[in-house]
C-alpha cells in the first residue's frame, strides 16, 4: 500500500500528466489522484458522490480557479484542516493570496514555467510535506 496520497485538483490535464509523472519519479510510493472540478474535489475530500473508500490526501494541489471556495470549506472541518493545500497557480492578486493564506493555505506558488522549475517545486513539497528526502 502506498505511504502517501496526493490530491491534485486542476482542470488542466498538462499539468496533471506532469505533476503525476514528477512525483512518480521523486517521491515513490504513493496515491495521485486528479479531480477537475471543485465540486469533484470535494466529493473526494468528504468521501461523497461514489468516492466513499477514498483515502485521506496527505497533500491537497488547489490549481483551481476558486482555491478560496474549497479551503473555507476543507479548514472549517476538523478532521481535514490539517492536510497541507498548496494552491499552485498561474497568479492571483496580493489581495486574494493574503485570503487564501488566512484561509489556512500552507503556501501559495505560481506554476513554474519550466520542466525543471516543477521538478524543483515538486520535490521542495515532498520535503516540507511528505518528509521525502530528495536529492
Not at 515513490?28 to 473508500?53: C, I, K, M, N, T
Not at 476538523?78 to 500552507?106: D, H, N
Not at 514555467?113 to 515538486?122: F, I, M, N, P, R
Request: hydrophobic share 45%; proline share 5%; with cysteine.
Amino acid at each position: 500500500m502506498a505511504q502517501y496520497s496526493i490530491l491534485l485538483a486542476d482542470r488542466n490535464r498538462g499539468n496533471e500528466i506532469l505533476l503525476r509523472t514528477l512525483f512518480k519519479e521523486i517521491a515513490p510510493p504513493h496515491e495521485f489522484h486528479w479531480v477537475q472540478q471543485q465540486e469533484e474535489a470535494l466529493d473526494y475530500l468528504f468521501q461523497r458522490g461514489g468516492q466513499q473508500e477514498a483515502r485521506r490526501p496527505s497533500l491537497i494541489i488547489l490549481g483551481l480557479s476558486d482555491p478560496a471556495a474549497i479551503l473555507r470549506i476543507l479548514k472549517q472541518d476538523e478532521e481535514r484542516r490539517a492536510i497541507p493545500v498548496v494552491v499552485m497557480t498561474p497568479g492571483f492578486s496580493k489581495a486574494e493570496v493574503q485570503e487564501f493564506y488566512r484561509l489556512g493555505a500552507s503556501a501559495y506558488v505560481k506554476m513554474p514555467t519550466s520542466y525543471d522549475g516543477v521538478a524543483d517545486l515538486v520535490a521542495a513539497m515532498c520535503r516540507l510535506w511528505l518528509n521525502f528526502a530528495t536529492a
